[in-house]
């Protein structure tokens, strides 16, 4: 009876973790020896998220083929976390089998790309598309939360906070409104 119960409950993680891959468009990704996690956009396919980055696209600082790293998935209608497990990291080869679906799914993803037609072969020539596969149970779940702050300090960003508006700007808006 316990083995069934594992498999049920195997059964039941796996779900939940497909299925809130599958929904949200960010993830955190936190590769093995970096200090923080970034977020990632991402799609699903066959049984793995992938994700594109470098070159022009999103950094992938710290993933590589062999690695593993910690995958954390919000929720869609509430942003917060959901759930979490461990992935092993693959580099998918330009032009084989698994990058072509790979990058078939993450073109419906990818939002105001510059080159629509030909983002596979802009990819294919100066990004990678990585593959993070589920190995292992979830390491969070709902009401299998870790306990504590999660909180991390921002990463570092030559962006500043916007100064306070000027004063008369509402005014100024405002009769551009009532001109109309």
Do not use: Y
Request: glycine fraction near 10%; aromatic fraction near 4%; charge should be positive.
């Amino acid at each position: 009876m316990e083995r069934t119960t594992t498999a049920a409950a195997d059964f039941l993680d796996r779900a939940l973790l497909e299925e809130a891959a599958k929904k949200s468009g960010l993830l955190w990704v936190l590769p093995a020896g970096q200090p923080q996690a970034r977020a990632l956009w991402h799609a699903w396919h066959d049984g793995a998220v992938v994700v594109v980055g470098d070159g022009s696209e999103q950094p992938l600082h710290g993933l590589a083929a062999g690695s593993t790293a910690v995958v954390t998935v919000r929720s869609k209608d509430k942003w917060g976390r959901l759930t979490g497990w461990t992935a092993a990291v693959s580099e998918l080869a330009p032009g084989s089998e698994g990058w072509q679906g790979a990058v078939e799914e993450l073109k419906g993803k990818r939002l105001n790309a510059p080159d629509t037609d030909t983002i596979g072969d802009r990819w294919a020539r100066e990004c990678r598309v990585l593959r993070l596969e589920p190995a292992g149970g979830l390491t969070e779940q709902p009401g299998a939360m870790p306990d504590g702050p999660l909180t991390a300090q921002p990463m570092p960003s030559p962006a500043t906070t916007r100064k306070p508006v000027p004063a008369g700007l509402p005014k100024l808006l405002l009769k551009r409104r009532q001109s109309r």
